[in-house]
T-cell receptor
Framework: NAGVTQTPKFQVLKTGQSMTLQCAQD?????MYWYRQDPGMGLRLIYY???????DKGEVPNGYNVSRLNKREFSLRLESAAPSQTSVYFC???????????FGDGTRLSIL | RKEVEQDPGPFNVPEGATVAFNCTYS??????FFWYRQDCRKEPKLLMS???SGNEDGRFTAQLNRASQYISLLIRDSKLSDSATYLC????????????FGTGTRLQVTL
């Protein structure tokens, strides 16, 4: 039982390149989330999907797009990477309201 | 005012000490409360949920004060392995399943 799986774990990009971060869960949870975490700033919500077929912007959506491919998978895309997007990205899932979130082990992304 | 506020610390305590963290939240409609633990460069992991009547899990006790809008975490008999950042997390109804994370309180337990 893998829980929440993120790929890749590490990535280095050049400014302007695009890439997609993948997140898959086998917990049968309805909601999925993408966060970024920067030193001293805590977790900031980028986008989330309350249920299959819906996505909504979080606190810092600019420069990102998401796709909720099915109940299991929620991907985050950087169309044109910028150095300011260097961060650790976490995917999380949640069964429903009043339940805690469960996190993947993160993707460490550096943009040069 | 931030939605969830925590003292960033660090709290430096000797092994065996008791330490307490508080967290305040601004949204009076908040209905779910959690404490997470995060080790350096790792993902946040659920430590415990916080219930209205307060709850205990081994050396850890969580309390909720709705009137004053704060939650607390008490750690007794601190271990070296308790050294981590503790995140206060709050969720409100009607916010489409979003949770709001505090920036965390760092705890360092020393010999």
């Amino acid at each position: 039982n893998a829980g929440v799986t993120q790929t890749p774990k590490f990535q280095v990009l050049k400014t302007g390149q695009s890439m997609t971060l993948q997140c898959a869960q086998d917990m049968n949870h309805n909601s999925m989330y993408w966060y970024r975490q920067d030193p001293g700033m805590g977790l900031r919500l980028i986008y989330y999907s309350a249920s299959e077929g819906t996505t909504d912007k979080g606190e810092v959506p600019n420069g990102y797009n998401v796709s909720r491919l099915n109940k299991r998978e929620f991907s985050l895309r950087l169309e044109s990477a910028a150095p300011s997007q260097t961060s650790v990205y976490f995917c999380a899932t949640r069964r429903d309201s009043n339940q805690p979130q469960h996190f993947g082990d993160g993707t460490r992304l550096s943009i040069l | 005012r931030k939605e969830v506020e925590q003292d960033p610390g660090p709290f430096n305590v000797p092994e065996g000490a008791t330490v307490a963290f508080n967290c305040t939240y601004s949204n009076s409609a908040s209905q779910s409360f959690f404490w997470y633990r995060q080790d350096c460069r790792k993902e946040p992991k659920l430590l415990m949920s916080v219930y209205s009547s307060g709850n205990e899990d081994g050396r850890f006790t969580a309390q909720l004060n709705r009137a004053s809008q704060y939650i607390s975490l008490l750690i007794r008999d601190s271990k070296l392995s308790d050294s981590a950042t503790y995140l206060c997390v709050v969720g409100a109804t009607g916010t489409a399943s979003k949770l709001t994370f505090g920036t965390g309180t760092r705890l360092q337990v020393t010999l």
